[in-house]
């Protein structure tokens, strides 16, 4: 009889998310029409530069890519400062993380993160057969003092930390970040998710220099799936001490970033215009949406990402939003659990879909106040 690793067998059938085309086959919605303002993709699209580049690669498909990916890791060291050896590139901060977490976590290891945060890590740690302790959230972030002070007690192998967060959105300062970092046990690998980095100003984004020799036991993970509107193509990448990331390159899939993802993200890399637009269109967004909210009575916090959360002051209406908006063909998420289950979590769209958003979100209220009248 085949049977499968015990701790597999006791997982339940999961996935970190049920995805939009999921969702959207079953409520009777063609995949492709959907407004898809629920996995914090870019509306704005990538750069032409992508477009050309893919277009000139395309002839040498039937050839697998550079194993090493040396361009693009030496483009994003001369980007960041630091030596390609401190980089490694993986299919998306996802298989950063499960990378990460196969490497450093030991059998039946000890992870810590906040309640509630990025749902996919969670999911790596449970399919490694991980345990997991988690804290708190102090308003839109992790409260990372909790965090450094049971890292302190428990010496866990793992730390993960999603800054800004997702899906809070709020940011801890670059100062109150240091700390943390130095306050963590020196053996726990510290995996810090900066996915939304470049949403960030400088004085927010924590320094270069903290990385690689000074704090060994630091990953700072970034990917191609949030400004540069590469979610697709599966480019993620972490910034680490050269015994991390040699330490990952034992176990790393050497084919598993493709030819065309590697040529796409290069190309995007060097369109820095394109990405200072993109910042400022999801900036101004923001903005919209936050005036939104205020205009339809509802809160919202405030974001350091490509994101809005809406405050509904309550779990149940918060709730019934997300189907009814699915039904007329607009794709958002909640929160699962914690103190910020009352919210929803909507995506910066384009002008044209916040619009419709905004009609769509102001007519199903309607209905539902109508309906408890
Ligand atoms: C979107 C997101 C990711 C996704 O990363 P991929 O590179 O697409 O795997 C990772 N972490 C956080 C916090 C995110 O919001």
């Not at 996802?94 to 993160?113: H, K, M, N, P, Q």
């Not at 970092?181 to 927010?204: G, K, N, R």
């Not at 769209?349 to 408890?372: I, M, Y």
Request: net charge negative.
């Amino acid at each position: 009889m085949i049977q499968p690793t015990p701790h597999i067998e006791a997982l339940p059938a999961m996935t970190p998310f049920l995805g939009p085309e999921t969702l959207a086959r079953a409520a009777g919605v063609p995949p492709e029409s959907l407004i898809r303002l629920g996995a914090n993709e870019s509306a704005f699209g990538a750069s032409p530069l992508v477009t050309q580049a893919l277009e000139r690669e395309l002839p040498r498909i039937p050839y697998y890519g550079d194993p090493e990916l040396h361009d693009l890791r030496e483009a994003l060291a001369t980007k960041h400062g630091c030596s390609p050896d401190e980089i490694f590139v993986a299919s998306g901060i996802d298989d950063v993380l499960s990378l990460c977490l196969r490497a450093y976590l030991g059998e039946g290891g000890l992870a810590l993160a906040a309640a509630g945060t990025y749902p996919t890590f969670f999911y790596q740690l449970a399919g490694l057969g991980g345990r997991c302790e988690t804290t708190d959230y102090a308003g839109t972030r992790p409260d990372i003092e909790q965090l450094a002070d049971l890292a302190q007690l428990r010496k866990p192998a793992i730390v993960y930390l999603a800054n800004p967060d997702n899906p809070g959105g709020g940011l801890h300062s670059r100062a109150a970040l240091t700390a943390w970092i130095a306050a963590i046990p020196p053996e726990t690998l510290i995996l810090l998710d900066e996915a939304y980095a470049e949403f960030m100003t400088v004085d927010e984004l924590l320094p270069l220099q903290i990385h690689s020799g000074l704090v060994p036991n630091l990953v700072r993970m970034r990917t191609f799936s949030k400004v540069y509107g590469l979610a697709g193509m599966r480019v993620g990448y972490a910034i680490a001490s050269t015994a991390v990331t040699a330490t990952v390159e034992k176990i790393r899939q050497h084919y598993g970033v493709t030819r065309l993802s590697a040529v796409a993200a290069l190309a995007a890399l060097r369109d820095e215009e394109f990405v200072r637009r993109v910042v400022r269109e999801t900036a101004s967004g923001r903005e919209a949406y936050h005036s939104l909210a205020h205009e339809i009575g509802l809160g919202s916090y405030p974001s350091s990402t490509n994101f809005v959360l809406f405050e509904c002051g309550t779990v149940a209406l918060a709730s019934r939003l997300l189907p009814a908006l699915l039904k007329r063909g607009i794709f958002i998420r909640k929160p699962g659990s914690g103190a910020l289950a009352s919210c929803i979590r909507v995506t910066v769209g384009t002008p044209q879909e916040r619009e419709l958003f905004a009609s769509n979100l102001t007519a199903v209220l309607a209905s539902l106040a109508f309906e408890s009248t």
